[in-house]
């Protein structure tokens, strides 16, 4: 039996991951695009200043680099990489820092000027139960997974990259999500599968257009009427395969030649 359309919609509401007021890229309820313009919307996690409960471990981050080893297909040649998010457009990422935290373990992580960073597995602080930290106060970042395959153009998103990302989204999330939050959505058919489940994504900035291109097939998407930045990616319709491209025409670049 397929969970009611109120089940759904209490599910994809209540999946805003650690911050109740993000706008997040996964389910149709929550949005990310609400943090900066330049980071393009995806399933974020709080980063924090000091060691709390509600901070995603160390060990269940590593969940996200098992899910991007298990579905490498969707994104074979991209590289894994984190991006940091400043919900405070006032706060820069250039003194921003990183370390795996715990009572034996504090080793840094280096952040580049664009608020990326790579995680690499180091058993001795899984085993320590550690936690990935910031020097920022609580609720001022956020990350996202950042993938993208080499000589994608800088206007366009690949499908299979969008894929890939919620794939890491849902593996570091899904044991933070109440029995009934987590079953209802894998009833649904999965975060990342469900035709159920509409997931929102940003383009960097407005837009006037964003368009499916396969081949020679083209379908245009909706732009939310709210936020021009945001529309919703077929990532469960197997129609569209991984390399189709989501392709971007900015309200600002003027209508297309």
């Known amino acids: 039996m397929k969970p009611s359309l109120s089940l759904l919609a209490l599910s994809l509401a209540a999946i805003a991951l650690d911050s109740a007021a993000q706008e997040a890229a996964v389910p149709a309820a929550p949005r990310t695009t609400d943090a900066a313009d330049a ?5 974020v996690v709080e980063v924090s ?3 709390n409960p509600q901070l995603k471990p160390y060990r269940q981050m590593l969940k996200g680099l098992d899910a991007y080893a298990a579905h490498r ?3 074979p040649a991209a590289p894994l990489r984190f991006t940091l998010v400043a919900d405070d457009s006032k706060l ?4 921003v820092a990183l370390r ?3 009572d034996n373990t504090s080793i840094p992580i280096p952040v580049a000027k664009d608020g990326s960073f790579v995680l690499d597995k180091i058993q001795s602080a899984a085993d320590d139960n550690a936690d990935i930290v910031s020097n920022k106060k609580k ?3 956020h990350w996202h997974a950042d993938i993208h395959t080499p000589d994608v153009p800088a206007d366009a998103r690949r499908l299979g990259d969008l894929r890939l990302e919620c794939e ?8 933070d999500m109440s029995f009934f939050i987590r079953n209802g959505i894998m009833l649904a058919g999965g975060l990342c599968h469900s035709s159920h489940i509409m997931l929102h994504y940003g383009a960097p900035r407005a837009l006037a257009a964003v368009t499916l291109v396969s081949g020679a097939r083209r379908e245009a998407l909706t732009i939310d009427k709210k936020d021009r930045r945001v529309f919703m990616p077929p990532l469960s319709d197997a129609s569209w395969n991984d390399e189709t491209l989501i392709e ?7 209508p297309a030649s």
């Open 139 to 141: 609720g001022l970042l």
């Open 92 to 95: 820069s990422l250039d003194n």
């Open 39 to 43: 980071a393009e919307a995806a399933p």
């Open 100 to 102: 795996i935290a715990g």
């Open 168 to 175: 890491i989204s849902w593996a570091v999330t899904k044991d």
């Open 248 to 254: 971007y025409q900015f309200a600002d670049a003027g």
């Open 73 to 75: 297909a969707l994104a």
């Open 49 to 51: 200043s000091v060691k």
